[in-house]
């Protein structure tokens, strides 16, 4: 079995794990697809406070193509119903978030 370590050289030797439910995974995955990072890195950085800097590379720009499409297709079918979703907001919120920053690195 391969070892891990962190940034800083230290063994990454102890396991965490929680349980969620599948609205929360899907979040979790998105959140993880949009910033490129592995799961295992954004959760860490998440839980430790640290910012968490999107590089964007071909993955994420199509990560974000993708939860676009996901997006108007929802809203379509909102408009329809009139109902509000506060995990689309959520998610809508940090793809303009991300995009604005991969904006600012281009400028």
Do not use: H
Request: net charge neutral; with cysteine; hydrophobic share 35%.
């Amino acid at each position: 079995m391969e070892k891990n370590l962190d940034s800083k050289g230290r063994w990454r030797n102890k396991i965490v794990a929680f349980r969620v439910s599948p609205e929360e995974a899907e979040q979790i995955d998105a959140c993880v697809r949009l910033s490129g990072l592995s799961k295992q890195d954004y959760i860490t950085k998440r839980l430790t406070n640290r910012e968490i800097v999107v590089q964007g590379n071909p993955r994420v720009y199509k990560a974000l193509r993708n939860q676009m499409a996901e997006i108007y297709e929802e809203l379509k079918r909102l408009e329809k119903c009139g109902e509000e979703n506060e995990e689309l907001l959520s998610t809508l919120k940090l793809v303009a978030e991300t995009l604005y920053g991969l904006k600012g690195d281009n400028e």
